[in-house]
């Protein structure tokens, strides 16, 4: 497929998940995900509102998944939390 020149290559979440793994970006993702890290991880790229869609330019999406640290399955209930008071001593 030819490199596009211009402006933005918007795609949806979901056509943005087939794409990355398609591309072997990353091994497997869902809509859902990628609408969970939008919302979560402020280096997301920006995001569009299209009707009832969302949609990201596939041109800064793709390098921000390339670099992106996978997380699977990782526990976050077992990382200990800072203290309410500031002083370092969390709870496991």
């Known amino acids: 497929m030819a490199e596009a020149e ?5 795609v949806s979440f979901r ?5 990355l793994v398609a591309d072997g ?3 497997s993702i869902t809509h859902q995900r990628i609408s969970k890290i939008a919302e979560t991880d402020p280096d ?11 949609a990201v ?3 800064a999406a793709r390098p921000y998944f390339a670099s992106r640290k996978s997380r699977q399955g990782e ?7 800072p203290a309410a008071d500031g ?4 709870q496991p």
Not at 6 to 10: A, D, K, L, Q, V
Not at 15 to 19: G, P, T, V
Not at 75 to 81: E, G, V
């Open 6 to 10: 211009g402006g933005p290559e918007m």
């Open 15 to 19: 056509e943005l998940a087939r794409r």
């Open 25 to 27: 970006v990353v091994p």
């Open 44 to 54: 997301f790229p920006p995001v569009v509102p299209v009707g009832r869609s969302k």
């Open 57 to 59: 330019d596939y041109r």
């Open 75 to 81: 526990r976050t209930d077992l990382k200990s939390r």
């Open 87 to 90: 002083s370092g001593a969390g």
